[in-house]
């Protein structure tokens, strides 16, 4: 099972995402993309959704007419893992194609 990172490690990562913050009230990093319109928002949950089932790591989120809000957390481990990191990369390459 993946291991929960430790805080050095998380604060390394999360300089790497600089969209991406720790979740105020739990263990878990969040990011809140802003897209053009609805289309554009549905298209990257659409894609992201692709990458998290082959990934058996799946996100919490919500979409907002163009926003779409992002926790991403390890539920097996109770808190951020390396799979959360490689979900929020993956994201943010979606978000940006
Ligand atoms: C049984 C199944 O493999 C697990 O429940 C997977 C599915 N997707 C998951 N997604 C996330 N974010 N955390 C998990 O611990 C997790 N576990």
Same mark, same amino acid.
């Given at each position: 099972?993946?291991?929960?990172?430790?805080?050095?490690?998380?604060?390394?990562?999360?300089?790497?995402?600089?969209? $991406?913050?720790?979740?105020?009230?739990?263990?878990?990093?969040?990011?809140?993309?802003?897209?053009?319109?609805?289309?554009?928002?549905?298209?990257?949950?659409?894609?992201?959704?692709?990458?998290?089932?082959?990934?058996?790591?799946?996100?919490? $989120?919500?979409?907002?007419?163009?926003?779409?809000?992002?926790?991403?957390?390890?539920?097996?481990?109770?808190?951020?893992?390396?799979?959360?990191?490689?979900?929020?990369?993956?994201?943010?390459?979606?978000?940006?194609?």
């Amino acid at each position: 099972m993946a291991q929960k990172l430790s805080p050095e490690s998380r604060k390394a990562a999360l300089s790497r995402l600089p969209n $991406w913050a720790d979740a105020k009230d739990r263990d878990a990093i969040v990011r809140k993309f802003t897209f053009g319109d609805f289309n554009e928002a549905f298209g990257f949950m659409t894609r992201a959704a692709l990458v998290a089932e082959k990934m058996n790591h799946h996100p919490e $989120w919500s979409n907002v007419y163009r926003t779409v809000e992002v926790t991403l957390s390890t539920h097996d481990a109770g808190g951020v893992t390396e799979l959360d990191l490689e979900l929020a990369e993956a994201m943010e390459m979606i978000a940006d194609s």
